[in-house]
């Protein structure tokens, strides 16, 4: 009961988030994250989406489930990006070198609450 409140929470939150294209019908990213992040094993530290602007477009980053792995930057509507952190370097994958002076507005929007 308390995963289905969660989810629709987020789902009301953030139902307004769309993709590139206005007119695009993006399946709801976020909730689908959430889920296959809490029907794993609980993360130490916590897995959590942050929520972050870059490049004019809202984009998220979830935190990976261990080191030196990736952490991916997924759009709204769950296409990756890049991933700007985590790996053996823990300077990711070398996509998008500029995220981390580029990108503003840093919100975490989900934390694991297990």
Not at 86 to 98: A, L, V
């Amino acid at each position: 009961m308390k995963r289905l409140l969660t989810l629709l929470l987020l789902t009301s939150l953030l139902s307004a988030s769309q993709c590139e294209d206005e007119n695009a019908a993006c399946p709801s990213f976020f909730v689908t994250k959430v889920a296959e992040l809490q029907a794993k094993p609980k993360q130490n530290p916590a897995a959590e989406i942050t929520e972050y602007q870059f490049q004019g477009q809202t984009v998220y980053l979830v935190s990976s489930d261990c080191c030196d792995q990736f952490d991916y930057l997924y759009n709204s509507c769950g296409d990756v990006i890049c991933a700007p952190s985590g790996g053996i370097t823990g300077k990711g994958d070398g996509q998008c070198p500029d995220f981390a002076t580029q990108a503003t507005n840093a919100r975490v929007v989900w934390r694991d609450p297990r």
